[in-house]
T-cell receptor
Framework: GAGVSQSPSNKVTEKGKDVELRCDPISGHTALYWYRQSLGQGLEFLIYFQGNSAPDKSGLPSDRFSAERTGGSVSTLTIQRTQQEDSAVYLC?????????????FGEGSRLTVL | KQEVTQIPAALSVPEGENLVLNCSFT??????LQWFRQDPGKGLTSLLL?????REQTSGRLNASLDKSSGRSTLYIAASQPGDSATYLCAVRPDQGGSEKLVFGKGTKLTVNP
């Protein structure tokens, strides 16, 4: 696609429910990142996928968080048993790892509210 | 551990003023530095990207400089307009072979008053 697409744009859920957030990166981009942005905070790294390499999961805050990337394209971030502190904007970004610039492109984000 | 700091956290200026936003980072081993703009409720839009070998990049009224050895970058906005009001973030990407995690500053919230 022309840009990074994320869905849903907004999600309101009840505490304890599971949620799935989807990211469709720019076609051909080999690297994909998930970041979290909480109110008034900076961007917090969650996970990084690069091609067929093992993902860098070092930023996932707990074992309730997981992510996968199928076929080297679409990625899904899953949060199990959501807590109120999970409320944030979840941003996905992709880049063409082999490009000379390494420019990162972001989606519009998925705003998660846990009641 | 790489840390990125942006000063000031917020800035309010009258329309037409030239301004400078600052970004500093603690580890000079970077691959590139990227400046982004974020409007309220939106994602990040890339403004300028400077490779570690470059000193500056320009796009329209924006000019970003990089002094890698001192761990600093500035974003210069000329003749500011109300439409420039947004939060500006800088991010550094570590050298290849190291961590691929981009490290972001917390941003500078700019308000340009008409």
């Amino acid at each position: 696609g022309a840009g990074v697409s994320q869905s849903p744009s907004n999600k309101v859920t009840e505490k304890g429910k599971d949620v799935e957030l989807r990211c469709d990166p720019i076609s051909g981009h080999t690297a994909l990142y998930w970041y979290r942005q909480s109110l008034g905070q900076g961007l917090e790294f969650l996970i990084y996928f690069q091609g067929n390499s093992a993902p860098d999961k070092s930023g996932l805050p707990s074992d309730r968080f997981s992510a996968e990337r199928t076929g080297g394209s679409v990625s899904t971030l899953t949060i199990q048993r959501t807590q109120q502190e999970d409320s944030a904007v979840y941003l996905c970004a992709s880049l063409l790892r082999t490009s000379n610039t390494g420019e990162l492109f972001f989606g519009e984000g998925s705003r998660l509210t846990v009641l | 551990k790489q840390e990125v700091t942006q000063i000031p956290a917020a800035l309010s200026v009258p329309e037409g003023e030239n301004l400078v936003l600052n970004c500093s980072f603690t580890d000079s081993a970077i691959y590139n530095l990227q400046w982004f703009r974020q409007d309220p409720g939106k994602g990040l839009t890339s403004l300028l990207l400077i490779q570690s070998s470059q000193r500056e990049q320009t796009s329209g009224r924006l000019n970003a400089s990089l002094d890698k050895s001192s761990g600093r970058s500035t974003l210069y906005i000329a003749a500011s307009q109300p439409g420039d009001s947004a939060t500006y973030l800088c991010a550094v990407r570590p050298d290849q072979g190291g961590s691929e995690k981009l490290v972001f500053g917390k941003g500078t919230k700019l308000t340009v008053n008409p």
